[in-house]
């Protein structure tokens, strides 16, 4: 699978074979496109009582637990649509010159930042510093920033100097603990897991069916998962951040959309047509690695119809009502 990525050739995959993984520790922060930021710091406020962690430029940077874990919410650049901009990830003893090297074993090169008139495609398989932060695409042009686990977007050297945080004025209806794992569609998923098991030195978690597996973060908890179709070669089209999901204090499915409701969400009626501010629930059967009878997993979008997926804090992707049963990683 690994020879299957593009612009990797062959020497590539040997010395893939050898390279150092990149010591990834958590999923740590992620940055959304919004239409309105006032707007959405408001709703996301609301719903969650964050308070705000740090300011870059017009970004404004919401607190997830106590932090230094946030997400970002930036207006649109021109061309852009609502959605995720890119997934932030943590790395033990974070040296952003090492990290590039070790990025470089499997496939990704140094290159100049993207210029606005590069597409998310022309990114693939590269690596640059911009405003001082480290970024990288992967093969289908999907976006990642790797910082240090203090990482706070804030300034200094390993920008994890931030101002006493901004309260909210509301304490939210729900309670943040962490982040629980992004779903991204792409066009080869096989490829997706073979590249990130290998360069973040990771395994597989759980399965959510026989080709659905998820990589672990590290804890036992946090993962990442790759969806999507099975196609070689190079893609005609970037992969596609779908959402984050969150875990929560006090998990309930009906008191989530019975707050959901209360707050102007309406329920979902027809899956093929989510549109912004509606909240619905999955069940994830046995076929897909779920309990019998199903296990719940709450979904709602935002005002932009950008999806959010919240969880009990044991959920690792697996097994039982709570989606908590994963085998121990080794």
Known sequence: MLQSLPFLPLAGCA?????????????????????DVERSVNFYQDLFGAPVQARQGDSVLLRIGSGPRFFSISPLAAGERPGFH???????????????????GFGVMPAPAPSAADSRLDMAMRSWRQDGQLFFADAEGVRYQLADESYCGGSGALGNLC???????????????????????LANRDRANAFYTRAFGKQFQAYQGPTSPVIGVGD??????????????IPANPGRIDHVSFTMENFSVDGI????????????VDPGNTQALMHWVSMRMPNRGGAEGGTPEVYFSDPDGIRIQLQDPGYCGGGGYLGDQCPPLA
């Open 15 to 35: 010395l893939a074979q050898q390279a150092t993984p990149v010591a990834v520790r958590k999923l740590h922060f992620f940055d959304i496109r919004v239409s």
């Open 86 to 104: 890119h997934i932030g990830l943590s790395v033990e003893n974070f040296d952003a010159q090492r990290v590039q090297d070790e990025l470089a």
């Open 163 to 185: 101002p006493a945080p901004e309260p909210a004025s509301t304490d939210g209806l729900f309670t943040l603990m962490d982040l629980s794992h992004f779903t991204t569609f």
């Open 220 to 233: 036992g908890i946090q993962f990442l998962m790759y969806v999507g179709g099975s196609e070689p070669g």
């Open 257 to 268: 959309l019975a707050a959901l409701t209360d707050y102007g969400l309406r329920a979902r």
